[in-house]
């Protein structure tokens, strides 16, 4: 299954966009954030988070667009 999602730093602010796709995990910083030069694939997301601080939107206890719908 592909998707994607946006991984965030302690101030809630979005740094990273995260593409999934098969078993690999294409990770993308944001322009004008501390991880702009961020551009790699990796294969476990929880070590990459755990590398840099981040966090799921459902970690941080924001409401997923899904949710909304």
Do not use: C
């Not at 809630?12 to 993308?28: A, D, Q, R």
């Not at 991880?35 to 601080?53: A, G, M, P």
């Not at 941080?60 to 719908?69: A, T």
């Amino acid at each position: 299954m592909n998707y994607l999602f946006n991984l965030f730093n302690d101030r809630k602010e979005p740094v990273v966009t995260v593409y999934k796709k098969e078993s690999l995990y294409f990770v993308k910083g944001l322009n004008g954030t501390q991880l702009e030069y961020v551009n790699t694939k990796v294969d476990d997301i929880e070590t990459f988070k755990l590398s840099f601080n981040l966090h799921h939107a459902e970690e941080l206890g924001q409401v997923d667009l899904f949710e909304l719908l």
